[in-house]
């Protein structure tokens, strides 16, 4: 069993800066690819930024060149650093993990923390 746990979410003026992290704890397993998902209020669930185990990332056109994924594999965790913050950027982040365990493929969620955006 892998557990995911989303920190550092808050409540920030619009220009500010917020680091989420996504830290996953358990034993025997390891990481392949991360997604940071964002969900506002009446709004559908928005892929905003991926990495893979290699290192590649990809982040949704709302984002880009705002917001920064990366990841600490000595540590298990991921990171969404957010710069530039929009009133629009308010929403429930969580992280998504595809995990290996003995072979096997399982994906989890964290349970998410909040961003809150004023202007």
């Known amino acids: 069993q892998v557990q995911l746990v989303e920190s550092g979410g808050g409540l920030v003026q619009a220009g500010g800066s917020l680091r989420l992290s996504c830290a996953a704890s358990g034993s025997s397993f390891s990481i392949n690819s991360v997604g940071w998902y964002r969900q506002a209020p009446g709004k559908q669930r928005e892929l905003v930024a991926t990495?893979?185990?290699?290192?590649?990332?990809k982040y949704a056109d709302s984002v880009k060149g705002r917001f920064t994924i990366s990841r600490d594999n000595a540590r298990n965790t991921v990171y969404l650093q957010l710069n530039s913050l929009k009133p629009e950027d308010t929403a429930v982040y969580s992280c998504n993990a595809d995990v290996l365990i003995k072979g096997y493929t399982y994906s989890y969620w964290g349970q998410g923390t909040q961003v809150t955006v004023s202007s």
């Open positions: 990495i893979r185990s290699g290192g590649s990332t």
